[in-house]
């Protein structure tokens, strides 16, 4: 369709029913004074014809036009019944297109929560694209997104969940470190919901507002063994098989040996201080799977144990990790079990007090952690998305305090669908591939 003269104000404009009878660039800001055709109008009273009784202005943020923050000047029709009888006297016209006493169009709310939610972009950067305060922008977003939220659709065939626990704010003068627990549909790495603390009652009141049949779909749930997560479970998920993340295990191992090699080199005479010291040089490679190890990096280990290791208390540490390694890299249970084994025989063997607790620690927790080899590798599908949101998070999450903003955030990134056309490609090729 081609436009010529006014029309191309309407077309360019796209609100059906406007036009455009100024356009003005001021500061950077494209202001443009708009008006309804509206000619023949019932009382909304009455039915009787509506006589106009002049325009009143008013000023509203629209989607930006060729990268500047846009303004309306919306000259909006009053009108009067003259009907005797009627109580309605004067009103002003409305459209759908934009609500009574509201800063933004419609269109722009829609348009708004779709950058900050399906992409991600940051409230002050879109607030700052629309002309808008922060919280003008905020609000635009809560008011298009809760629905979407709100459908429960998007809980809909999950068969295996994860809990995670991930860190809200850090600890400051006025709170604690401010926990917040995911759960995460582990198959497809969507973010499901996000609650406040990490406690088992957290997730339990979480457990109660789900239906039956969908706790039924659930066969395996996946958590961090060693917080409270497997009580919120009872009497909601206890059918479901309980895994044990390889990562949650590692990161205990990783961290005993963290303790043994602080203590060996405090305990060490001579000690040459932080920098110098030789196992203070290996504390990262320490915590590498071995089976990555490069040959200077095996190198490296094996010049700082001899010389800064005398009991060998480090090495053996290291050697202990390794072998809880094991355990996840057997590929069934049988051989799940054997490593298990020689796991307790290597943190017995060792005479690390920080190992035969770790022993102990697993030996409690044998059954989630042997799990992970009979429910089919759902952690590994687990560990990217759990990864991922934990990104997210951080991304997302920076600049928020308050709670609901940051979970409706998140859940409109991670556990949203959108269902958004496509503008076609004015080239024939990706414009990826074109430059
Ligand atoms: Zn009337």
Redesign the pocket.
């Known amino acids: 369709m081609l436009v010529e003269g006014n029309e191309v104000g309407v077309a360019m404009l796209g609100m059906s029913g406007f036009s455009v009878l100024e356009a003005r660039e001021v500061a950077g800001e494209l202001g443009l004074v708009v008006e309804t055709g509206q000619v023949v109008v019932g ?6 014809r ?1 006589v106009s009784h002049g325009r009143r202005e008013t000023l509203i943020r629209d989607l930006p036009v060729s990268g500047r923050p846009t303004r309306l000047r919306w000259r909006k029709r009053l009108w009067r ?3 005797p009888l ?3 006297q004067t009103w002003t016209e409305t459209t759908a297109l934009i609500l009574g006493r509201a800063s933004l169009t419609e269109r722009a709310k829609t348009a708004m929560c779709e950058q900050v939610g399906r992409d991600g972009d940051s409230v002050a950067a879109v607030a700052r694209e629309y002309g808008v305060g922060w919280q003008t922008a905020m609000n635009a977003v809560t008011v298009r997104g809760m629905p979407l939220i709100a459908d429960l659709d998007r809980l809909a065939g999950v068969t295996a969940l994860g809990l995670d626990e991930t860190v809200f704010l850090k600890a400051c003068r006025t709170h604690p470190t401010l926990y917040v627990t995911g759960m995460v549909d582990v198959r497809t790495g969507r973010l499901l919901d996000l609650v406040e603390n990490r406690t088992a009652a957290a997730v339990s009141t979480w457990l109660d507002g789900r239906d039956e049949a969908w706790k039924a779909g659930i066969d395996t749930v996946a958590i961090d063994p060693y917080q409270g997560y497997a009580t919120a479970l009872k009497g909601h998920l206890d059918h479901a098989h309980l895994v044990a993340d390889h990562w949650h295990v590692i990161r205990l191992a990783n961290a005993m040996v963290d303790d043994v090699r602080r203590r060996v080199q405090q305990d060490t005479p001579g000690h040459r201080g932080r920098k110098g010291d030789p196992l203070y040089g290996i504390r990262r490679t320490l915590l590498f799977a071995s089976d990555r190890l490069t040959a200077r990096q095996w190198a490296r280990l094996d010049a700082a144990w001899d010389a800064g290791d005398p009991h060998d208390e480090t090495y053996l540490a290291w050697a202990v990790k390794e072998a809880l390694r094991d355990v996840y890299a057997a590929s069934c249970d049988e051989e799940g079990q054997e490593a298990l084994q020689a796991f307790y025989g290597w943190a017995a063997d060792s005479g690390l007090p920080e190992a035969r607790r770790l022993a102990g620690t697993m030996r409690r927790r044998e059954a989630p952690i042997l799990a992970w080899h009979t429910t089919g590798g759902a952690s590994s599908a687990r560990a990217e998305a759990t990864n991922l949101l934990i990104k997210k998070i951080k991304r997302v999450g920076h600049g928020f305090r308050n709670f609901d903003n940051y979970r409706l955030r998140l859940l409109l990134h991670c556990g949203a669908t959108w269902h958004t056309p496509r503008a076609a490609r004015i080239r024939g090729r990706s414009p990826r591939f074109a430059a």
């Open positions: 009382c909304t009273g009455c039915g009787v509506a019944c003259h009907e009627c109580a309605r």
